[in-house]
């Protein structure tokens, strides 16, 4: 069956660090792959996605890349702000949605 | 354009009592789903719509949670009697073309 795995958090970065936040999936046939991400007291925003292997989204400074060959969809940014601070779900989507169980980014500055 | 609109985005209820939250989706958007989200997990799908038809519901706890969606636009998801495990965000989404646009949440305490 189709099912996301993602890093545990909390994750505690300083302003301008290097982020990565793990994801790794199981699916049949070819999903798409999603970063979703909730800011307090809000619903969840579309980040980026990607929809074939090999295809990079990015937004906002954030990347991930679909790598078939590791089953892997790994968030990152290279500096870090505040404003980032979050929790961020990673998703693929087959004959329906399936999320990760969130990763928690607190940035201090 | 005009977002997933949900509604209330805060109640609190006592275990037994009902409750009834409502979305509207974005305007064109056939597929309609309400997720749970509890503390500190993902969301978990209750129940998909494809216009005013049930897609899949086979994780909504069905002796307590009904939904519905008249006329394929609006919807309503409804809990009686409500448990203490119902606590959660209860999230509304629409899709086009394989992307989820998610309301804004409507939070449950059951006490």
């Known amino acids: 069956g189709n099912s996301v795995t993602q890093m545990e958090g909390p994750v505690t970065l300083s302003e301008e660090a290097f982020l990565t936040i793990n994801c790794t999936y199981t699916?049949?046939?070819?999903?798409?792959l999603f970063w979703y991400v909730q800011y307090p007291g809000e619903g969840l925003q579309l980040l980026l996605k990607a929809t074939k292997a090999d295809d990079k989204g990015s937004n906002k400074g954030f990347e991930a890349t679909y790598r078939k060959e590791t089953t892997s969809f790994h968030l990152e940014k290279g500096s870090v702000q505040v404003s980032d601070s979050a929790v961020y779900f990673c998703a693929l989507s087959g004959n329906q949605f399936y999320f990760g169980t969130g990763t928690s980014l607190t940035v201090i500055p | 354009e005009a977002g997933v609109a949900q509604s209330p985005r805060y109640k609190i209820i006592e275990k037994r009592q009902s409750v009834a939250f409502w979305c509207n989706p974005i305007s064109g958007h056939a597929t309609l789903y309400w997720y749970q989200q509890i503390l500190g997990q993902g969301p978990k799908l209750l129940i998909q719509f494809q216009n005013n038809g049930v897609v899949d519901d086979s994780q909504l706890p069905k002796d307590r949670f009904s939904a519905e969606r008249l006329k394929g636009v609006d919807s309503t998801l409804k809990i009686q009697p409500a448990k203490l495990e119902d606590s959660a965000v209860y999230l509304c989404?629409?899709?086009?073309?394989?992307?989820?646009?998610f309301g804004e949440g409507s939070r449950l305490t059951v006490l």
């Open positions: 699916a049949t046939g070819y999903p798409s």
């Open positions: 989404a629409s899709s086009l073309e394989r992307e989820l646009f």
